[in-house]
């Protein structure tokens, strides 16, 4: 891999800066990480343009094996702790405006769930225990835990299968598909823990049970930072959750955007047994922009990532046959929170795609 490739990996690191270098500005610079995020990269995107290239096959192996690429993700969970921790402090301490406060908040939901939970994703798939557990670490910070088990077990089994609650269906809108996503993941993540449990005559409502732990974690480590806030500032620090939990929101949200746009509504052939057919490069939409690729670890190679789960970011591969997006998905999530232009922009993709797939698997 090129060195320009393997320095690009660190632009995310970018995005953390700019919200404390736009906090000590003061005022509206606050909503520096945002406009930089939606607006300047979705700039860089339509100017550096797309990235086809894709490690040669024999390099595959060497180069997943590098422990370069995995260290930019081990420091990114020390960034991500950090900043909610110093965004703790800063609430608690600061007489901040509305403006200022909701900047530094908007900033922050854009680290945490921008890029935050795109490095607990990566490292979640991961059969390494250190980095399952740093996975854990990234998501307790935006009280998204369950997503851990949700999307390994139950994503990535059912993805583009009406039983995926993350699979957005053609004409739902975004925030349809949130209620739904939000909820149901959550009921389904408790339910593969249950059988988990169950399957090994172990009680449910026990320590045992991991979404009991994912739930209290990111409550007590609340706490903590409340605690914390409270004898900085001399009184109960009540604005330390409020921050907290309101970035957290804002976080998940912005990582079920990202669902919604990944999987819009495609679906899997339904087979004569009942089950679907297996997941392939044509089950998601893809983005080759070069520079949100770098800011997201590649995760717009996604139909990839789904043919191959424990495939590491930097060797995910570009797939001509894959469906794909317009744009990368900075600008992608701006679209998909204006319902009729969502469904103007994609519909008439989703529409070609299945008249593709049409053809390629021999139907009239």
């Not at 608690?92 to 405006?97: I, Y």
């Not at 399952?132 to 990535?156: D, P, S």
């Not at 679906?267 to 690729?293: F, I, M, T």
């Amino acid at each position: 891999m090129g060195l320009l490739k393997k320095i690009g990996f660190f632009s995310a690191f970018i995005l953390p800066t700019l919200a404390v270098v736009g906090y000590y500005l003061g005022g509206a610079w606050n909503y520096l990480t945002v406009i930089f995020a939606f607006i300047m990269i979705p700039l860089i995107d339509a100017v550096v343009g797309k990235d086809r290239e894709n490690i040669e096959e024999s390099q595959v192996k060497l180069i997943s094996a590098e422990q370069y690429y995995r260290f930019i993700t081990f420091i990114w969970t020390l960034v991500q702790v950090g900043i909610v921790v110093w965004g703790a402090y800063i609430v608690s301490t600061a007489t901040l405006t509305r403006t200022e406060w909701w900047g530094l908040v908007l900033s922050i939901m854009t680290v945490t769930g921008g890029i935050g939970i795109t490095v607990a994703h990566e490292l979640g798939h991961k059969n390494n225990n250190l980095e399952q557990w740093l996975a854990k670490l990234n998501l307790m910070t935006v009280c998204y835990m369950h997503f851990f088990i949700e999307h390994n077990r139950g994503h990535h089994v059912h993805v583009a299968t009406p039983k995926d609650p993350a699979t957005s269906r053609r004409n739902e809108s975004f925030y349809a598909f949130w209620v739904r996503s939000v909820f149901g993941g959550f009921i389904s993540a408790w339910q593969i823990e249950k059988n988990r449990l169950l399957k090994k005559k172990k009680a449910v409502w026990s320590l045992e049970n991991q979404m009991i732990g994912f739930i209290l974690l990111p409550v007590l480590f609340c706490a903590f930072l409340t605690l914390g806030g409270s004898l900085l500032k001399g009184s109960f620090a009540w604005e330390v959750p409020v921050f907290f939990f309101t970035q957290s929101l804002f976080a998940f949200t912005l990582l079920e955007l990202v669902n919604y746009i990944e999987h819009y509504g495609i679906v899997r052939k339904q087979l004569d047994n009942g089950r679907y057919e297996r997941v392939n490069p044509l089950h998601s939409w893809n983005a080759n922009h070069l520079v949100s690729n770098f800011f997201l670890f590649q995760l717009q190679r996604h139909s990839d990532h789904h043919a191959n789960a424990t495939r590491r970011y930097h060797v995910l591969r570009h797939f001509d046959e894959s469906p794909q997006l317009p744009h990368g998905y900075p600008m992608m999530v701006l679209i998909a929170l204006v319902p009729p232009l969502w469904f103007a922009l994609m519909n008439r993709r989703l529409e070609h795609w299945e008249k593709e797939r049409g053809l390629q698997l021999g139907v009239q």
